[in-house]
Structures are given as structure tokens and as C-alpha cells.
């Protein structure tokens, strides 16, 4: 509930005042997200949700998003009633599972998922998983293969194997059984595999195609059920104990937030569910890791992309590519205090190669800024750190980008991240057809591939020849969505829980934007690593934190550096609590400002 303080402020908020606001520093117009209008807590929750999609007759069940209301029938993906039942088979027989996994979070998160799942119902299954520098990305035929020789009797893939023609066609050869759970984008044509399990799949059911939005995680977790499923319609449970499946929650939002998959419909249920079983803190591997990073209050969302999610990736980024999965299916204490260690380790290697990389990246992105869409090329940049150096390039430019890691032979490895609005995958795959790449694939916001150096320039070409539409169109009026509108005294804790009511949030589901204001600033600073820090007062008397994080040297930051302190501003941005001090506290993280006079 919000203090009377907060409800007026609440109150005078949600009068539509941005026409009043001119355009900002950053050069963007303000609009409202939607137009909200005046009422109680309930009222903004509900116009916090129609802001994001949601239609009127869903708000129900949107308010509090529950594995029951967005679970939905396995069964109507193609393939998850084979899959289900040839793991339900192995399962009965005591065959030998080996879950193939990639080496990034969702990888790590979806293999832990099913073999915990596995494990729980009698099967002991073991896991794989590729090293990025020695073997790249996804199954190659000659793993698989030796996987056989080793013993396995089944092989599942999870988060790869979409694209993986040669090599299923080589298991395939050697009489291997291989399942595929994926959820990057397809093409018409599809491996050869015993079940391929894929929402993003072109021949996919109109109930299951609106699922595309899943991470691998999320796909793993419903043939999870699926399996469950199958063997209690076998009796497999009439005399042992049926497994549940919501304790895996933990590492289904795990997966899903650092996937930066959509945070709407099921996967926002997802994370809402997965964080309450986190905060329990069941998982032996989670909880060390959540030891080594410090986290001692309960987790939340953004702990998921910023804590957790890094120190998993590092493993396979800089380190062993199977921390990961060893950390999340361990039962030795001693074992996952150990392997958070060296993740933690590992985190902070990773940070110094990707400060090194990025510098480099930016200086060869100079020429570039004027181009749909930037391609940064290196020879003997980590390849372990270029999807994270994209990320920060498509953040300082706002276009989508590309950065590309050359070895002594000739080989690139690059990771491209995009912007709403800009499909990178669907380019991608069709650089692919193209003859431009030698592997590739992805999905709408990010995407990987491998390419010969000479082919660099060509492919580059081709990615902005295609995008350029799209990049002009989502680019064509800089906006800033806003969805309420405080007075500075509102800017308080219980605003704060009134705006996380709406949550969790993420990709495709932001969280809620503020205009506050007229304000002034009292105090201005560079802290930590380039980040501007403001103490501002209102006219009504409140004073409140402003953070700007990473705009210190930028050009937000620098013109609110060197304002005048007698000039008034709007500001615009999220709402924080702040929990640090002696009493709860609320902040803002800024986006944008403007001149109020």
C-alpha cells in the first residue's frame, strides 16, 4: 500500500502533463506508454499491464502470473510427444542419457534442467559440453559420435542443434540416437533427428508458435512435464515417489532472464514463480553462487542478468565450459563452493578481456556510426567476451551490431546483438543461404556465427543492405516511452512497490518509466566506474538520488555535469528502492531530461 504522501503524489501523477515537455536532451519525444489516468494503486498496476500488451479481458491473470494460468499442453508442440516418450523409454530401460548442452547460461540452466528432472525419476543421466574455442558452437558429428562410443544409448541437444544438419547426419550414420530441443530460428528444411523440439520451428502449431518467445530453458522444462507425464500414464509411479517440477523453477528464470528472452506470457510467470523458489534457496549450486556474489536478501530479476547470469557465462566465456552445469546439478557442498569460487574467479578475467576488447571495438566502429548496422572486427579479440562487447556497442550507438573475433587461420567467430524492431537472426541465416557464412543462426535479438575472414566485407555489405529499412524505421522518431508522471515527493519507497507490482521485468516487458519534476540539482558527481551520481530538489521540498549509470563521460551526463543550478529539469526514469541505509530510501536511474524553463 502506499503511504498518503505517495497517494497524492500517485494522484497528481497520472494527469497527462508531457505535452508540456519539450524535446529532451537526448533529442527524443516523450509519449506515454498509456494514458493513464487518475485512481488507486490496483489502477496503476492495471495501466501498467495494458501499457505492455496486455488486453483488458487478460488482466486478471496478468496481475500475478502463475505456472498454472500460462502452462500450456506440452503436447501441442510437434515432436514433444516423441521426445517425451523416448526419454520416458530410456528412463525404463536404464539406457544412458547424455544431455548435450550449449556453453552459455540457457545452455547450462536447460541441460540442468532435464537432468535433474532425469535423475529424479531413476535415470542417472550425464552431460556435455562443447569448449567454445576448441570446438565451437553446438553439436559436431564427431562428439556425438564418440559419445556412443562411450556409452550413451540417447543424446538430447539443448539450446542448439536447430542448424545442425552435418552433424546429426553423421550420428545419424553411426546409428546414434540424437534429440534436438532448441528454440533459435529455423529454416524450411530440418535436421535429422529422432524428435526436434522447437516452438521457433516454421511447421509449428499456431498454440505452440506463440511460445517463440521461450528460451531453450523454458523448452526443456515443458518436455520435462512432458516426460512426467508419459511415465505416470505408464505407472512408472505406482510404487516410487512422482517428481515435482516446480523446485526447477530456480533455474528456469535463471535461463530465461539471462537469455534476455521476452519476460511476457509464460516466461514472465516463469521468473515470477522462479524467484520465489530461489529465494528459498534449495539448489546447493545456486545457493553458493549466490553466496560468492554476495546476495544475501532475496534475489531479484535483475540479479538473475547482472550477478548470477555473468558468473555462470564466465565458465564458459574464459574458463571450463562445464562449470556451469556442474555447479547447477551438484549435490556436494563443498563441490559448488568450490566451482562458485572459480566462477567468481573467472567473472573477473572475463570483465578485464571484455574491457580490453571493447575499447579496441569502439575505436574500429568510428567509421561505422553512420551505417545501419556496425560491424567491429579484431584479429585475436577473445572470442568469449564479443557477445557482451556487442551488447555495448548496440547500447551506444542504438543500431544493431556485430562484433567479430579473427584467429591466425582465417576464422571469425562473431556475436551480433539487435534492437526492437530489427530481426538479427532472420538476417543472419539468411547470410547463411547466401553462401556468406559458414555457420550461423539466432533470433531476433541476438544471433552467432562463424565466417572466413575474406567473406568479412561481403557479409557486412549484405547486413546493411537488408537492415537498413528496418534500422531507418526504428529509428525514424527517438522515443521515450513514459508511463506515469510523479511529483518529486512521490519518488518514495512505496512508489517503488507499486511499480514492481507490474513486474518482473525485462526484455519485452520493461519496467515502468517515470517523469518526475521541476527539479534542481543540488549535487553532481563521477562515481565508479563512469557513472553519474545527482542529489535533486523539488519545489515541494523533496530531495532524492539520480543515477545515470555509464553516462558520466556521455552526452546526458556531461550537459547535466555542467548545468547551471538554478535551471529546472524534468527527469525521466525507473524508480529503485534503496535499501542500503538505515531506512528504505527511493532513487531514480535516469534516461532522459529536459529543460522545464
Not at 499491464?49 to 508442440?77: A, N
Not at 553462487?289 to 540479479?303: F, G, I, K, T
Not at 539520480?546 to 527527469?571: C, I, K, S, V
Amino acid at each position: 500500500m502506499m503511504d498518503s504522501v505517495a497517494r497524492r503524489a500517485y494522484g497528481r501523477a497520472m494527469r497527462p502533463k508531457l505535452q508540456a515537455i519539450p524535446t529532451s536532451l537526448l533529442g527524443q519525444s516523450w509519449h506515454w506508454r498509456h494514458l493513464a489516468h487518475e485512481g488507486t494503486p490496483d489502477q496503476l498496476l492495471d495501466s501498467l499491464l495494458l501499457g505492455r500488451g496486455v488486453p483488458p479481458e487478460e488482466l486478471d491473470r496478468h496481475r500475478s502470473p502463475t505456472i498454472r494460468e500460462f502452462m500450456p499442453d506440452p503436447s501441442h508442440f510437434r515432436d514433444m510427444d516423441a521426445a517425451a516418450a523416448r526419454l520416458a523409454d530410456a528412463v525404463q530401460r536404464g539406457e544412458r542419457v547424455v544431455v548435450f548442452g550449449d556453453y552459455d547460461v540457457d545452455g547450462a540452466t536447460s541441460a540442468a534442467v532435464l537432468i535433474r528432472l532425469l535423475r529424479a525419476v531413476g535415470n542417472d543421466a550425464g552431460y556435455y559440453i562443447p569448449d567454445r574455442l576448441m570446438e565451437g558452437y553446438g553439436p559436431s558429428g564427431a562428439a556425438l559420435v564418440r559419445l556412443k562410443e562411450q556409452g550413451a544409448q540417447l543424446i538430447v541437444t539443448v539450446d542448439c542443434g536447430a542448424q545442425a544438419f552435418d552433424a546429426l547426419a553423421m550420428a545419424k550414420q553411426a546409428g546414434v540416437d540424437v534429440m534436438v530441443v532448441d528454440h533459435h530460428q529455423c529454416v524450411a528444411a530440418l535436421p535429422d533427428a529422432l524428435a526436434l523440439v522447437n516452438p521457433n520451428r516454421l511447421d509449428e502449431s499456431p498454440e505452440a508458435a506463440v511460445h517463440g518467445h521461450l528460451a531453450a530453458v523454458g523448452v526443456a522444462f515443458l518436455l520435462g512435464a512432458a516426460v512426467v507425464r508419459a511415465l505416470r500414464g505408464r505407472g512408472w509411479f505406482n510404487d516410487r515417489p512422482e517428481p515435482s517440477l516446480l523446485p526447477l523453477l530456480d533455474l528456469v528464470a535463471l535461463g530465461t532472464v539471462a537469455d534476455v528472452a521476452a519476460l511476457k506470457g509464460l516466461n514472465r510467470a516463469f521468473v515470477a514463480q522462479g524467484l520465489k523458489v530461489m529465494g528459498q534457496r534449495r539448489n546447493i549450486g545456486l545457493n553458493a553462487l549466490l553466496a560468492a556474489a554476495r546476495l544475501e536478501r532475496a534475489p531479484q530479476c535483475s540479479d538473475l542478468g547482472f550477478a548470477l547470469g555473468p558468473r555462470i557465462n564466465a565458465g564458459g566465456r574464459v574458463g571450463k565450459s562445464d562449470l556451469g552445469v556442474r555447479l547447477l546439478t551438484t549435490e556436494d557442498e563443498d563441490e559448488a563452493r568450490e566451482i562458485s569460487t572459480e566462477l567468481n574467479r573467472l567473472n573477473e578475467e572475463r570483465r578485464t578481456i571484455e574491457a580490453l576488447v571493447q575499447e579496441q571495438a569502439e575505436a574500429a566502429s568510428v567509421t561505422q556510426t553512420n551505417m545501419p548496422v556496425i560491424v567491429a572486427v579484431g584479429q585475436g579479440w577473445h572470442p568469449g567476451v564479443i557477445g557482451i562487447v556487442a551488447g555495448r556497442l548496440k547500447e551506444k550507438f542504438n543500431r544493431p551490431a556485430i562484433v567479430i573475433a579473427v584467429d591466425e587461420e582465417g576464422i571469425g567467430k562473431g556475436s551480433g546483438r539487435s534492437i526492437t524492431g530489427v530481426d538479427l537472426g532472420a538476417a543472419v541465416l539468411a547470410a547463411k543461404d547466401h553462401g556468406l557464412l559458414v555457420a550461423g543462426g539466432g533470433h531476433a535479438m541476438a544471433a552467432g556465427l562463424t565466417i572466413n575472414a575474406d567473406k568479412i566485407d561481403g557479409f557486412t555489405q549484405f547486413l546493411n543492405d537488408r537492415l537498413a529499412a528496418d534500422v531507418a524505421a526504428a529509428s525514424l522518431e527517438r522515443m521515450l516511452l513514459i508511463d506515469t508522471i510523479s511529483a518529486p515527493r512521490g519518488v518514495n519507497p512505496s512508489l517503488a512497490d507499486a511499480l514492481d507490482a507490474a513486474g518482473p521485468f525485462g526484455m519485452g516487458w520493461p519496467a515502468p518509466r517515470v517523469v518526475t519534476g521541476p527539479v534542481r540539482i543540488i549535487k553532481a558527481d563521477v562515481v565508479g566506474q563512469n557513472h553519474l551520481r545527482m542529489i535533486v530538489g523539488g519545489d515541494d521540498g523533496a530531495s532524492f538520488k539520480a543515477m545515470g549509470f555509464r553516462q558520466a563521460d556521455q552526452e546526458l551526463g556531461q550537459t547535466l555535469l555542467n548545468l547551471p543550478r538554478d535551471r529546472r529539469l524534468w527527469l525521466a526514469g525507473r524508480i529503485k528502492k534503496d535499501d542500503w541505509g538505515s531506512r528504505p530510501a527511493a532513487e531514480m536511474h535516469i534516461d532522459d531530461a529536459a529543460i522545464a524553463d
